[in-house]
């Protein structure tokens, strides 16, 4: 049976007034206009309002009122109404019955329309968010880009994914995101080199030069897993990395910093999922730098995932697993394995998670990209193609028309006579078994792409190692007490070095480091942001109690003192704490994990973040 056509629709946003300039925006109400299918424009306004600003922050907050997310959707709903949505939504819901795929891509000219989480859109037939609707992906397109071209270059059959991770603003679940993609590879029957693809403790020059060399190795990074916390930078937000030397102070890497240390290997990279709150975050609306995501995708890397608000350690988790499983075993495209994990992450009742995260992508690139390799035709749920725009609404001229019947058969006969030609002067040369055929490359292997792979074409799963330091079970460090290590390279109690060597035509060196512990990921509940600039706003009185009463007296007495940070979500962390041992230290961190955001902003009384200290005695 045939596979039924995806319906497709492009939501093409341009403002009413300076439309030249993405940033000119002001706060009030604006008029924008909406791209028709046919090439008409419609008008379209958003009631910007600081009642709408204040619902928007409130989605970021834990605690939040469910109602908030209906009155977001709702504007949204009302803002495209006047564009004919009602029948778009009709053809959506027809669609979805009918078991066809749907992709809806958001492209605007206006840059305060990307603060909008269009996932939230409510549709009138159903009262469902547009985003929690099984089959429909929801993407961001920046106008007037291009994917950067990809390389010739070898690659194994599952594609190559290099973790790099950072704790330095506070814990991360490392072990589990290297384990995702451990079992991910296992599944597909290759095997994940821990020993080469996992970046520990990473900083902005150790990416670098990890990156460049495997630009200049020949063996491709596909995609690129970033996990750490998001950091406030200015009026946006960046990512939180360790700092160049062993010692030095966490950096904040803004969003075009990120976008410098990438560009040059956006024809290498396929796909960047950033695992960090706030990634896909620019901010208030108009500012003129955008976020993690967008930055990256705006300079040509064809796919980002990151996450519009704080995620948490569960779902940042759950994310990985779904989508590299689906991706690397289970042979799916990026935007079928999207859709599964954005399925997962409603799972939890608890979190926004599944309303968070975003995929930055191109309509014009199809509905079945694949970063890490081909995807198997069985398990894709839906044509492979690039789809048609049978049915789409306010689909841009972009879109790729079909070919008639006739130009399909010229070119089938084309091919015939080419292939013809080819194997009368193949056996005029001799054919097989002569010796005077073609040569074969050395290890007789290819890319996915056709090209021989260089070193004898080794996949992950033959690619040899030596001297590669993997440390398997529990590691303990001093600051955080035990940490679990199912097999996490390189974790190693603090004080030790560790040590690794790959061997890829002898074109790296060991390099010997001191590794930093891993912090326990069961100290915080999610990866909050980390202000840019040390906080000295000292708590407010009632605050201080609050916490010294949640935290409690230590057992065995003794005199200590503690020192904490409050974040402006809410989010109290431990930043020393005078005399105590480590199971000490263990235990107030996850006191303080359990501490009401809520409660805590209450008893803030506006004054945070801030940073706040008591004495044990």
């Not at 469902?128 to 390389?151: C, D, K, N």
């Not at 704790?167 to 991360?172: F, L, N, R, S």
């Not at 028309?401 to 006969?413: E, G, H, N, V």
């Not at 005029?428 to 074409?457: H, I, K, M, R, V």
């Amino acid at each position: 049976m045939a596979s039924l056509e995806p319906l497709r629709i492009v939501l093409e946003f341009a403002r009413a007034n300076d439309a030249g300039d993405p940033h000119a925006f002001r706060f009030a109400p604006q008029s924008y206009l909406v791209r028709g299918e046919r090439g008409d424009f419609t008008s379209a306004e958003v009631g910007w309002s600081r009642e709408l600003l204040g619902d928007l922050e409130a989605l970021r907050l834990p605690g939040r009122d469910p109602a908030a997310l209906n009155r977001v959707g709702d504007v949204l709903r009302r803002t495209l109404e006047p564009a004919g949505w009602r029948q778009r939504e009709g053809a959506i819901v027809d669609a979805v019955a009918e078991g066809r795929r749907v992709s809806v891509t958001v492209r605007s000219a206006a840059a305060e329309l990307y603060a909008l989480p269009w996932e939230l859109l409510t549709l009138r037939s159903t009262g469902q968010s547009l985003g929690a609707v099984g089959g429909v992906l929801l993407r961001y397109e920046w106008p007037a880009t291009t994917t950067a071209r990809a390389g010739q270059r070898p690659t194994s059959a599952h594609g190559r994914v290099l973790v790099a991770w950072s704790a330095a603003g506070g814990a991360v679940p490392a072990t589990e995101h290297v384990a995702a993609l451990r079992s991910a590879y296992a599944e597909a029957g290759g095997e994940f080199d821990e020993a080469r693809d996992v970046l520990e403790h990473v900083s902005y020059g150790r990416l670098a030069d990890v990156l460049a060399e495997a630009e200049r190795g020949g063996e491709a990074i596909d995609a690129l897993h970033l996990l750490c916390h998001g950091g406030a930078a200015g009026s946006t937000f960046g990512l939180v990395f360790d700092g160049e030397s062993d010692g030095a102070r966490s950096v904040v890497v803004d969003p075009s910093r990120i976008q410098q240390l990438l560009a040059p290997h956006a024809g290498m990279i396929r796909l960047v999922v950033v695992a960090a709150c706030d990634s896909g975050n620019a901010g208030n609306p108009g500012n003129r730098l955008g976020s993690v995501a967008q930055m990256l995708h705006r300079v040509g890397i064809a796919a980002v995932v990151a996450s519009r608000y704080p995620l948490s350690v569960d779902g940042s988790t759950r994310l990985s697993q779904v989508l590299y499983r689906e991706l690397i075993a289970g042979g799916r495209t990026l935007e079928e394995a999207f859709v599964r994990a954005r399925t997962a992450l409603a799972r939890d009742p608890t979190t926004i998670d599944w309303a968070s995260v975003q995929l930055y992508a191109r309509a014009g690139d199809g509905d079945a990209t694949t970063p890490l390799g081909a995807a198997s035709p069985a398990a894709s749920d839906g044509p492979a193609g690039d789809g048609g725009a049978e049915g789409a609404a306010l689909i841009a001229p972009s879109e790729p028309a079909k070919r008639p019947l006739w130009m399909i058969a010229l070119a089938a006969a084309a091919v015939i006579v080419v292939v013809a030609l080819g194997l009368i002067l193949w056996s005029g040369l001799g054919g097989p078994g002569t010796g005077q055929g073609p040569a074969q490359s050395a290890g007789g292997s290819t890319g996915a792409d056709g090209a021989p792979a260089s070193g004898g074409g080794a996949s992950v799963g033959d690619r040899a190692t030596t001297d590669a330091s993997t440390t398997t079970g529990s590691v303990t460090t001093s600051d955080a007490g035990s940490t679990t290590g199912t097999g996490t390279t390189g974790a190693a109690t603090e004080g030790t070095t560790g040590a690794t060597t790959t061997t890829t035509g002898g074109a790296r060196a060991v390099k010997k480091k001191v590794v930093k512990p891993i912090r326990d990921p069961t100290t915080t509940t999610s990866t909050t942001s980390t202000p840019v600039k040390p906080v000295k706003t000292k708590c407010s009185k009632s605050l201080i109690e609050y916490v010294e009463t949640k935290v409690g007296a230590p057992e065995g007495g003794g005199a200590f003192s503690v020192r904490v940070q409050v974040s402006e979500a809410g989010a109290v962390s431990m930043t020393s704490c005078g005399g105590c041992t480590d199971p000490l230290k263990a235990g107030v961190r996850s006191k303080l994990g359990a501490v009401s955001r809520e409660r805590v902003l209450s008893k803030g009384g506006g004054a945070v973040p801030c940073i706040a200290g008591f004495e044990w005695d």
